[in-house]
C-alpha cells in the first residue's frame, strides 16, 4: 500500500480489468530417433526447415548400423530425416529432434558409459578395423596431426567422418621503422623498430638477415618491467627473449623493404562428409595453447575446446581438439603442422612452405572412424538424465521443453520380424505414451509396424490404451528423393504436420482428419471400407485413397477405452485449454485467497472462453450453455482456505467431430405436410 507522508498530489496507476489468458501452441513437435550426425546429449533446439534439420544432422542418407562385432549389417532408411521431411511439407512449422546414439561395445562385450571424456589422458578409442590394442569405438570421426593435434568430431555418426582443411598463414608484417632523432646525423638518419599489433603469445615468423634459427619461429611475450616485447626461440629452449635490436633486423621506414615480422595463425574451414555442406568457418586463431584476448582464451584448442563455454556452440562446432600435454607452446603447433604439410607434399622443401605462408599453406584432413553404432532399441528411445553430468538424452531431453504439443518416434517400429524387434517396439511405444501422459498437455503419435495384415494390428492395439496416444496404420509411400524409388515411410511424420496444418488453417478442435496427405503417392496397403469398419471403431486411424480426393488421413480417435475421450481433437483440444489456464493464471499464486481474487479468476476464465465460444469451439447457442466457471465458497472449505488452495470448477461443452454424416431420405407426396 502506497504512504502519504507528506502534502502533494499523487499519480497511481490502477487495473480495471481482468488478467487475459492467451491461448497456448498446439502445433510444436518433438521427434526422438537415430540421425546420420548432431548433437545427442545437448539440449535439441528448435528447428523451422529441413534445411536446418540438415544443417544440424545432416542429410537423408541410409543409417549403416553394426553388430557387437563393429560389422556392418546392411543399410536402413533415415526415418528421422524423412520424418522431417514429411513433417514440414504437410505444414509442420517448429520441431524439436532428440537424437539418439548407442556406441559399440568393447572388446568384451561390454556396454560403454557415453558420452566419452575427451578431456581424460587415457581416453583412447579404437577403430574394430584397426590392429590397436582395442579399448572402445566411441563412434567419432578422428585423426591426428603429430603427437600435439588431436581432432575429432564433437558428434558421432558415420557422417563424423567430416573434411577439416587447415589453411597456415603469416599475416602482414608487425615491423616498422620510426625516425629517431636523437641519433641521426648529418651523414644519414638513424631509424628505431616500431612494432604494430602483437599480443603476448603471438607465434611469429621472423624473415630477417640476423642470427635467426631454422624457420624462423618466435614465441612473443611482453616484457611488462622493461616494456618491451621479447622474442623466444623456444625449440632451442634459449633461457632469455631476444628484442628487436637483439635480433639484429633491419630496418626501413618503406612498405615491403627491410626484415619482417609476421604473426602465424591458422583459419579451420570444417565440411560435410559429401562435401556438399559448409559447418563453418573460424579465421586467424592463434596457435599457442595459452594464447588469451581481453583476458580469454582464444587459441585454435580454446575455439575447439571440449566443454564450450555456451550450449550454442556445444550443439554447433563440430570439431573438438583436445588439450595438448602442459607445457606445449605455439612454435611446437606449427612445427607439427610443417611437418605434416610436406609430408603431404613429396618433394616439397621447408623454403617451399615458408614461401607459401603469405598467401597461406593448406592441409586437408578427413576425419576416419566414424560410424552409426548399434541399432538402437527400447533404452535408447527412453534416454537417461545424469544430474552429475548436466545432460539428458532421449525422451527425457524432450522433458525439458515445455512447447511440445506433438511427440513421436518415427521408425520405433521399422524392425518388428523377431521376438527381439518386436519386445523393443512395443516397449518404444509404451515409453512414448508413459512420455505424453506424465507430461500432461502431449499427445504421442504412434506408428504401426511395416507389412502387418489387419489381424497384426489389431493384436498391436489390443497391447494399447491410452488417452493420450493415437495409433495410425498403414505406413505411407512417397517417392524417395534420396534413391529415386518407392519408399513406405512410418506415417507419424506425415501426420504430426498435418495435426499442424489443421491446428494453423482451421483450430485445434476440429478433427485432423479428411486432410490429404500431400507427399503421398499411395499407401502400403489400401484400405476400403469393409477393413475400415473392422479397424475404426477400435481407434486404428487410416489412410485411405479416394478416386477424386487423393490419398487422405481418414481417422481421428485415441487408443482409449474411455469413450470420453474417443476423439483425438478432444484430448487436443482439453490439453491446450488446460495449458492455457495453467500459464495465464500464474499471476494468482500467492495473491490474497479471498472474494476479489476469486471474481477476478472467474472473469480471466470466462473472458478466455467466451472467446472460444465465439470461434465456434463449444456447442450451445448462449455462452451459459457452453461452459461455467465456479470459484467461490460452495468450491472451497474452510480447510482448503487454511491450507491456502484456491479451486475453479470449469465445465465446457466441446464439439465433437460429425465421424458418421447420416441423411435419411424416404419417399413424400407432395400433398403431405411434413
Keep these: ?46 528447428l523451422t526447415s529441413l534445411a536446418d534439420f540438415e544443417r544440424v544432422h545432416a542429410g537423408g542418407g541410409r543409417l549403416r548400423f553394426r553388430d557387437e562385432s563393429g560389422t556392418e549389417t546392411g543399410e536402413t532408411d533415415n526415418f528421422l530425416w524423412h520424418a522431417a521431411r514429411g513433417f514440414f511439407a504437410e505444414g509442420g512449422r517448429r520441431l524439436y529432434v532428440a537424437r539418439i546414439f548407442r ?82 646525423t648529418p651523414s644519414g638518419p638513424v631509424y628505431r623498430p616500431k612494432l604494430g599489433a602483437l599480443m603476448h603469445g603471438d607465434v611469429v615468423w621472423i624473415e630477417g638477415s640476423g642470427s635467426l634459427p631454422a624457420g624462423g619461429y618466435f614465441q612473443v611475450e611482453r616484457d611488462r618491467v622493461a616494456d618491451v616485447w621479447r622474442f623466444f626461440d623456444v625449440l632451442n629452449s634459449l633461457p632469455t627473449g631476444r628484442t628487436v635490436e637483439e635480433l639484429g633486423l633491419v630496418l626501413s621506414p618503406n612498405r615491403g623493404e627491410g ?11 570444417v565440411l560435410s562428409d559429401d562435401r556438399d555442406h559448409d559447418l563453418g568457418s573460424w579465421a586467424d586463431l592463434p596457435l599457442d595453447p595459452g594464447h588469451q584476448r581481453s583476458g580469454s582464451s582464444d587459441s585454435l584448442f580454446a575455439r575447439f575446446e571440449v566443454a564450450p563455454s555456451s550450449i550454442a556452440e556445444a550443439r554447433s562446432l563440430p570439431l573438438v581438439m ?43 584432413l578427413i576425419l576416419q572412424g566414424g560410424n552409426d553404432g548399434q541399432r538402437p532399441g527400447a533404452v535408447e528411445y527412453e534416454g537417461r538424465a545424469d544430474d552429475t553430468a548436466d545432460f539428458k538424452t532421449g525422451l527425457r531431453q524432450l522433458e525439458d521443453v515445455e512447447d511440445i504439443s ?139 485413397f479416394f478416386e477424386g480426393r487423393g490419398f487422405r488421413l481418414w481417422g481421428a480417435r485415441t487408443i482409449s477405452s474411455d469413450p470420453e475421450w474417443k476423439y483425438v481433437n478432444l484430448r487436443r483440444y482439453f490439453a491446450y485449454l488446460e495449458r492455457s489456464i495453467d500459464k495465464g493464471t ?18 480471466t476464465i470466462e473472458d478466455f472462453l467466451l472467446n472460444e465460444w465465439q470461434q465456434g469451439a463449444l456447442l450451445g447457442d448462449k455462452p451459459e450453455k457452453a461452459f461455467f466457471v465456479k470459484c467461490d465458497r460452495s468450491t472451497m472449505s474452510q480447510n482448503d482456505l487454511d491450507n491456502g488452495r484456491l479451486i475453479c470448477l470449469i465445465g465446457i461443452a466441446p464439439v465433437k467431430p460429425a465421424e458418421f454424416v447420416i441423411f435419411r431420405i424416404g419417399q413424400w407426396t407432395a400433398d403431405r405436410k411434413v
Design 322 to 364: 583436445a588439450p595438448p600435454p602442459a607445457g606445449t607452446n605455439g612454435v611446437q603447433i606449427l612445427e607439427a603442422l610443417q611437418t605434416q604439410w610436406l609430408a603431404d607434399h613429396p618433394g616439397a622443401t621447408t623454403q617451399d612452405w615458408l614461401e607459401g605462408l603469405e598467401l597461406g599453406n593448406d592441409l586437408e
Design 103 to 184: 556406441p559399440l561395445p568393447d572388446s568384451t562385450g561390454a556396454e560403454q558409459t557415453y558420452p566419452p571424456n575427451f578431456a581424460d589422458p587415457s581416453y583412447t578409442p579404437f577403430n574394430h578395423d584397426s590392429t590397436e590394442a582395442p579399448l572402445w569405438d566411441d563412434g567419432h570421426g578422428r585423426s591426428q596431426i603429430g603427437s600435439l593435434l588431436n581432432i575429432r568430431s564433437r558428434f558421432p555418426g558415420q557422417a563424423s567422418n567430416l573434411i577439416v582443411r587447415l589453411r597456415v598463414r603469416a599475416g602482414q608484417s608487425v615491423l616498422g621503422a620510426e625516425l629517431d632523432a636523437a641519433r641521426s
Design 406 to 544: 506433438i511427440v513421436a518416434a518415427p521408425g520405433c517400429t521399422a524392425q518388428y520380424d523377431s521376438e527381439n524387434d518386436r519386445n523393443q517396439a512395443n516397449a518404444t511405444l509404451g515409453l512414448l505414451i508413459g512420455h505424453a501422459e506424465r507430461m500432461r498437455y502431449r499427445i504421442a503419435v504412434l506408428d504401426s509396424p511395416p507389412a502387418q495384415s489387419l489381424a497384426d494390428v489389431r493384436n498391436i492395439r489390443a497391447k494399447l490404451d491410452s488417452k493420450h496416444a493415437a495409433l495410425y496404420y498403414p505406413w505411407v509411400t512417397v517417392l524417395d528423393p534420396v534413391s529415386r524409388r518407392e519408399l513406405n515411410l512410418p506415417p507419424s511424420g506425415f501426420v504430426s504436420g498435418i495435426y499442424a496444418r489443421n491446428d494453423i488453417q482451421r483450430a485445434v478442435w476440429k478433427a485432423p482428419a479428411n486432410e490429404v496427405v500431400t507427399l503421398a503417392i499411395g499407401f502400403e496397403q489400401l484400405l476400403n471400407k469393409g477393413q475400415q469398419e473392422v479397424l475404426n471403431p477400435l481407434g486404428i486411424n487410416c489412410f485411405r
Design 586 to 603: 500464474q499471476w494468482a499464486v500467492f495473491e490474497p485467497n479471498g472474494d476479489q481474487l476469486w471474481a477476478n479468476v472467474r472473469r
Design 1 to 46: 500500500m502506497p504512504e502519504y507522508l507528506a502534502p502533494g498530489v499523487y499519480v497511481e496507476e490502477t487495473s480495471f480489468r481482468s488478467k487475459s489468458i492467451e491461448g497456448v501452441s498446439t502445433t510444436t513437435t518433438g521427434f526422438v530417433g537415430p540421425a546420420r550426425y548432431g548433437p545427442v546429449f545437448q539440449p535439441a533446439d528448435v
Design 259 to 269: 626484415d619482417s615480422i609476421r604473426v602465424v595463425t591458422v583459419t579451420v574451414n
